[in-house]
T-cell receptor, first 112, second 112 residues
Framework: SAVISQKPSRDICQRGTSLTIQCQVD?????MFWYRQQPGQSLTLIAT?????????ESGFVIDKFPISRPNLTFSTLTVSNMSPEDSSIYLC?????????FGPGTRLTVL | GENVEQHPSTLSVQEGDSAVIKCTYS??????FPWYKQELGKRPQLIID???NVGEKKDQRIAVTLNKTAKHFSLHITETQPEDSAVYFC???????????WGAGTKLIIKP
């Protein structure tokens, strides 16, 4: 399995600002995923990030709002831009490993 | 595209009894079906999975069954214990890649 870390673990931000979340994996992986999870809800895929190509966004998510970087096979960032209270959520990165997915610990974001 | 439905949304069972959570999927090409457990405030963790070339898989108190004809799969937990209380998610992999389509989740409550 892969060991995944995320930074920050939580943050409280003002509306209109941006926050960048970092995801670090201890192994080289091809596919990394960014999810959003509202309290008591399921996992909503924001985008898939492959190294060396543009991220693929799911319906309802756009690059201007959630820019993603994937500079190498062990690291990715997700930025939540121009935040509003509706962006308050837990953001999780995960990696694909032989068909399985392993998750980071998540970033709890509160937007005031 | 693939769609995964999960039932029930909440399940309350007496400690020691069995619990069954059911999922259906729409894409007959799906070939991998994992189950994740998410404890409060923690990341989802893979607890068991099944691939389309088998009908049942067991790991101690948990088992998963797959009916490809009917396109449904189920999680069975026997002799439930308080530590089984969590939200359980089913998922399906519609392609050879690592992306998963998620069910809505089932909150399992174990009553003492």
């Amino acid at each position: 399995s892969a060991v995944i870390s995320q930074k920050p673990s939580r943050d409280i931000c003002q509306r209109g600002t941006s926050l960048t979340i970092q995801c670090q994996v201890d192994s080289q992986v091809t596919m990394m995923f960014w999810y959003r999870q509202q309290p008591g809800q399921s996992l909503t895929l924001i985008a898939t990030a492959n190294q060396g190509s543009e991220a693929t966004y799911e319906s309802g998510f756009v690059i201007d709002k959630f820019p993603i970087s994937r500079p190498n096979l062990t690291f990715s960032t997700l930025t939540v831009s121009n935040m509003s209270p509706e962006d308050s959520s837990i953001y999780l990165c995960s990696v694909g490993w032989s068909g399985e997915q392993f998750f980071g610990p998540g970033t709890r974001l509160t937007v005031l | 595209g693939e769609n995964v439905e999960q039932h029930p949304s909440t399940l309350s069972v007496q400690e020691g009894d069995s619990a069954v959570i059911k999922c259906t999927y729409s894409d007959s090409a799906s070939n991998y079906f994992p189950w994740y457990k998410q404890e409060l405030g923690k990341r989802p963790q893979l607890i068991i999975d099944i691939r389309s070339n088998v009908g049942e898989k067991k790991d101690q108190r948990i088992a998963v069954t797959l009916n490809k004809t009917a396109k449904h799969f189920s999680l069975h937990i026997t002799e439930t214990q308080p530590e089984d209380s969590a939200v359980y998610f089913c998922a399906a992999n519609p392609e050879m890649g690592d992306q998963l389509i998620w069910g809505a989740g089932t909150k399992l409550i174990i009553k003492p």
